[in-house]
């Protein structure tokens, strides 16, 4: 152990080491502190708020009035978006009846892809008519027309097919409601109709551009919403052939109409595969004998193990059917899954049989399970079979041959579903879960700008009300009108929910819509989508209710309150704050969505009503140094086209003016803004008085003063010039965490509210970068309306000054001492000692090695992180990830580099030919040789990011920790260090005995772990059905239905060597 940081040792009549660092501590805790106080004025507003003490009224919150106040709010503004779409659909069937289909229409309508665009002789292309596209602020600037709607067609469809020119044609009256909609609610923004034909028309307009192969995939058959509004949940068990004659090809197609079933099923469906020849192979082993719902995770998890398949043996049909017959009677019986609509799918490229036995035993007569049949390959020999399997038991066959039909057939099944429901008439309003469509022109152009957007979207089937097909339940189409998630946080009005506080939502499956931990993006170079991120369930992020009590209680739509302690991560996740949270939670009606409020305990349950007199309010919000959080709606200024150019601050003036009688404004919260702006308008002119003083701050090491208040009012100031700053981004609108947003206040509000009151909070910047150095240091406190904990947060006050500036004050206050002769026994410039200066979260501020700026102590100092966390100075707190991103290896293959080769070309196309000579005779087996050849893979293991579940620690100090001294015995020598606390603030000063390096104690690190789960704990997780509720409406079957309508068998293809001729000229002119 060095002798100079021995506790007791010292020349005689000077204090002992201890003594010495606190004394040290207490030097620079009082120089620090007098410089915050007094250039952020956090005296001065002190004293201001409690002048007005006796005018204002507390009061504590009432979580459950709050609660269904806010449902009821965003139960009207769902209601009006239903409304619109409501509309919609009584124009789209209105138009379809009065139209006569004219199958030689000649109709030139405007081509989303086509308009605008001219041929080399400088003419509008055909259906590339001028379609006039102006920037509009209320679509992000995005050049759209708000007087028309335009039509994109899938590439592999024809632009002039007759069936689309009709639908075109006749969906042209949609144009008028679209506008008339967008006059009645204006925050509506786009609005569309998916035609089953395969179309979509978009209002407003907008231009949409292929991608770099000349392609636009996006079909909107596929999408969610029209999904869900097309049919009812459904349990589906997939049955795939994998005998022997399934090699090659027609596996290849079979997968990828599995993977394009799937594709079409939602949350609200349960399903499972199981391939079959002499015997059953569940694709999943541990889910045999189940369904499972079709969230996200699980069908990926399904597609990877669609990979292991491989075809041989006997098909035994029969042997799957029965299983499959008996999973879906059982899993009903169970009140699980969707006890609406049930649903068999064979992929096979033949059957034997027509088994009627089975259907007769299980089916008959109620044909409750509908059989859907796909032929894989050319040969129709077996289409008969399937055929008749499908038409008996209301379902319908298809054949697909190549990977191309894949698509177009799967969708067919959809049609069967809807039947019911068009037949019914019953239009049932659908809302999806919260997701991101990049797919939409809007969504990738706004992706540049502002990450993407996350939305619901609210939709409803439109039907066929012509007599003649009505039996036969056409489905039209689906129509719907997004909705951006933010809309939703516009109605909360954050100022009533605390510093802490927050709402959120979840759908019937528990996933959220909205709450302020749901991340669905990731960065790396950009942002991301994660694969799951709209299935993250409340679970997930309110984790501390192990039992699910909250999450359950929402799904099943209750009213009611909850308590728990709760740890939430701060400042990218570094931080952590325990609290206790009192939950609130209600339905929203008319949707599936339930509400919910968390208050903090203590400060976050009371709030406060000041009084002032508009003229004052005005004349104090007029400073050019005020601003409001913009995401806040202190004024609603979507409602009027002419109001959208208007910030909220602009807004209330005009508002408090009277001049805009039309601003629909909230009077509570202007009102405390108003008491806000008065009682914090002195600090402006003190601020400025210290900016004039130049023998003040002379180093310029104090750069920004601000403040915030609990309306959302910020003022700041700058003591040096803007260019100068070191920090350019600070309180700018770009650093969210730093500034008043829609859910949360900012971080050094919030840290300073969890501060005793009258200390104040220090801490560095963490970077998103992966090294973190940070040159500024942040200090803020909270200012408090009384003395105890019930009094409400009224506002923080803090500034930000350079670190070197801060750290040339520590090691000032560090060479202190009170000898007689001057000469201290130890100094942080002895090189036995290292002094540190760290956060009560263990991050190192101040250090002798710069490079350590903004590290966790623990990983610098591990033995000594260790002892203060066995002797109670620090604890950790063990926290949780369920939406991390882990680093994986996987396996990737390159089997299309093989083709460029020209001689693999070649060589490809005469097996290619060879194979088809010999189609007619033995189909695909021959298939098989040349496609292991030429797919032939490297395979090579590629990084990816994938979702997973992580552990990792936060640290934080006992307050009670005043002062500590410790000696660590290590292999060869003894450690000793002392801790001390300095005064009025989150810092510790720690010095540490060089000398002893004490190596064999490995460093503390908050790198998080991967929670690996063993096979057996995957099975549980995979099989764990969490509670849900099903939607309310259900349409399975109508007796009226026309069960005719069941697919057909296309016409034999062209002869094989007129197919081939065309090849054998293309290989041979090369």
């Known amino acids: 152990m060095s002798e100079g940081l021995s506790p007791h040792t010292g020349n005689e009549g000077s204090l002992t080491n201890k003594d010495r660092v606190k004394l040290w501590a207490s030097a620079f805790g009082g120089e620090i502190k007098s410089i915050a106080a007094k250039y952020s004025g956090s005296q001065l507003l002190q004293k201001k708020y409690k002048e007005y003490e006796k005018d204002v009224t507390i009061e504590e919150i009432d979580g459950l009035q709050l609660v269904k106040k806010l449902a009821k709010n965003m139960e009207e503004m769902f209601h009006k978006k239903s409304e619109a779409v409501r509309r919609l659909v009584e124009a789209a069937e209105e138009a379809h009846l009065k139209h006569e289909f004219d199958a030689d229409l000649q109709y030139e309508y405007f081509n989303a892809v086509l308009i605008n665009e001219r041929d080399k002789d400088g003419n509008f292309l055909e259906l590339g008519k001028e379609f006039i596209l102006a920037p509009n602020d209320h679509f992000n600037n995005l050049p759209v027309n708000i007087s028309l709607s335009d039509v994109q067609v899938p590439t592999n469809m024809y632009n002039k097919d007759p069936a689309i020119v009709n639908g075109v044609y006749w969906s042209e009256s949609l144009n008028k409601v679209f506008v008339d909609n967008f006059d009645r609610d204006p925050s509506l923004i786009w609005q569309y109709f998916g035609s089953a034909k395969g179309f979509f028309r978009q209002y407003p307009g907008i231009k949409w551009e292929p991608d770099e192969n000349g392609v636009i995939a996006f079909d909107c058959r596929n999408r969610k919403w029209y999904i869900q509004a097309a049919t009812s949940p459904k349990d589906v068990v997939i049955l795939v052939d994998v005998s022997g004659s399934m090699k090659g090809l027609r596996l290849t197609i079979a997968k990828q109409t599995v993977s394009s079933i799937l594709d079409t099923l939602g949350d609200d469906d349960f399903f499972n595969i199981i391939a079959y020849n002499e015997e059953l192979h569940y694709v999943e082993p541990c889910l045999n004998g189940t369904l499972v719902q079709a969230d996200r995770t699980n069908k990926e998890h399904f597609r990877e193990h669609l990979d292991k398949l491989f075809a041989k043996g006997i098909g035994m049909l029969d042997i799957a059917l029965n299983e499959a017959f008996n999973i879906l009677s059982d899993f009903n019986h169970t009140g699980q899954g969707s006890i609406c609509s049930q649903a068999i799918m064979l992929i096979t490229d033949g059957a034997v049989d027509t088994y009627d036995t089975i259907f007769a035993k299980y089916n008959w007569p109620d044909r409750k399970v509908r059989i859907f049949t796909y032929l894989i390959g050319r040969e129709a020999a077996f289409a008969d079979n399937l055929k008749w399997m499908a038409c008996a038991n209301k379902g319908f066959f ?50 540049d700008d502002q990450g993407l957007v996350l939305m619901t979207t609210v939709a409803m089937p439109v039907f066929s009300k012509q007599n003649e097909t009505r039996s036969k339940g056409i489905l039209l189409g689906v129509v719907g009108t997004d909705v951006p998630v933010k809309e939703l946080l516009k109605t909360i009005p954050k100022y009533k929910l605390g510093i802490h506080g927050y709402a959120f939502a979840i759908t019937n499956n528990g996933y959220i819509l909205t709450h302020p931990e749901l991340r669905p993006l990731y960065e790396e170079g950009k942002k991301r989508r994660k694969p799951n991120y709209s299935s993250v369930d409340l679970s997930e992020v309110e984790w501390e209710d192990r039992d699910d009590v909250l999450r359950n209680a929402m799904v099943n739509r209750k009213t009611g309150k909850f308590s728990m302690e709760v740890k939430k991560t701060v400042d990218k996740g570094k931080r952590v704050l325990v609290m206790t949270n009192d939950y609130y939670y209600t339905d929203i009606k008319g949707t599936p969505f339930s509400l919910g409020v968390a208050l903090s305990r203590g400060h976050g349950k009371y709030f406060f009503r000041g009084n002032v007199t508009i003229e004052e309010g005005l004349h104090d919000l007029e400073h050019p140094d005020v601003s409001l959080a913009d995401e806040w709606s202190y004024c609603n200024t979507d409602l009027h086209p002419e109001h959208r150019h208007l910030s909220q601050l602009e807004a209330i003036k005009l508002y408090l003016k009277g001049k805009e009688p039309l601003l629909q404004c909230d009077k509570e919260l202007i009102q405390e803004v108003l008491f806000d702006a008065v009682v914090s308008a002195p600090i402006e002119a003190y601020w400025t008085s210290l900016a004039l003083n130049k023998s003040e701050n002379s180093d310029k090491g104090v750069e920004v003063a601000f403040l915030g208040t609990r309306t959302g009012l910020s003022r700041t100031n700058l003591f040096v010039g803007a260019e100068q700053l070191t920090n350019q981004d600070f309180l700018k609108a770009g650093d969210k965490e730093n500034i008043f947003n829609a859910d949360h206040f900012p971080l050094w509000y919030r840290r300073a509210a969890e501060q005793i009151p009258g200390s104040f909070v220090y801490s560095i910047p963490f970077s998103t970068g992966t090294v973190n150095k940070s040159n500024v240091v942040t200090a803020s406190t909270s200012i408090q309306l009384l003395d105890e904990r019930k009094s409400p947060v009224v506002a923080a006050v803090g500034i930000q000054m350079k670190l070197e500036f801060f750290q040339r004050k520590f090691w000032t206050a560090s060479r202190q001492c009170a000898s007689l002769d001057g000469k201290c026994s130890i100094s942080c410039d002895d090189e036995t000692v290292n002094c540190y200066l760290i956060d009560n979260n263990g991050f190192i501020l101040v250090s002798e090695d710069y490079m350590q700026t903004g590290d966790f102590f623990g990983e610098i100092e591990g033995a000594v992180m260790n002892k203060l966390l066995s002797m109670g100075s620090f604890k950790r707190i063990t926290l949780y990830d369920y939406q991390a991103m882990c680093r994986a290896n996987k396996e990737s293959s390159d089997g299309a580099r093989g083709l460029l080769d020209p001689y693999n070309a070649f060589l490809s196309a005469v097996k290619w030919i060879m194979t088809e000579l010999v189609l007619f005779l033995v189909e695909f087996n021959l298939c098989s040789w040349w496609h292991s050849d030429l797919t032939a893979t490297a395979q090579k293991l590629k990084q990816t990011m994938e979702p997973c579940d992580t552990e ?13 001294t410790g000696n660590i015995a290590c292999e060869d020598c003894s450690k000793s260090f002392v801790i001390q606390q300095i005064p009025s603030s989150n810092l510790f000063m720690v010095v540490v005995d060089s000398s002893c390096l004490c190596e064999s104690v490995a460093p503390i690190t908050m790198a998080p772990i991967e929670i690996r789960y063993n096979e057996s704990l995957k099975c549980e997780r995979l099989k764990a059905q969490k509670i849900r509720r099903r939607p309310e409406s259900c349409h399975g079957f109508h007796p009226e239905e026309n069960a005719r309508e069941c697919g057909g068998v296309p016409s034999l293809q062209a002869s094989v060597a007129l197919l081939l001729l065309p090849l054998l000229l293309l290989l041979f002119s090369r």
């Not at 019911?420 to 992706?447: N, R």
């Not at 990792?952 to 500590?964: D, H, L, M």
């Open 952 to 964: 990792y620690p936060a640290f934080v100090s006992e307050r009670t920790i005043k002062e500590t």
């Open 398 to 447: 298809t054949q697909i041959s190549t990977l191309a039909d894949v698509q177009e057939n799967v969708m067919e099944y959809l049609h069967v579903l809807s039947r019911p429901k068009v037949i019914d008439q019953e239009h049932d309003v659908v809302w999806t879960e919260a997701y991101i469509d990049s797919t939409l022109p809007q969504a990738q152009k706004l992706a």
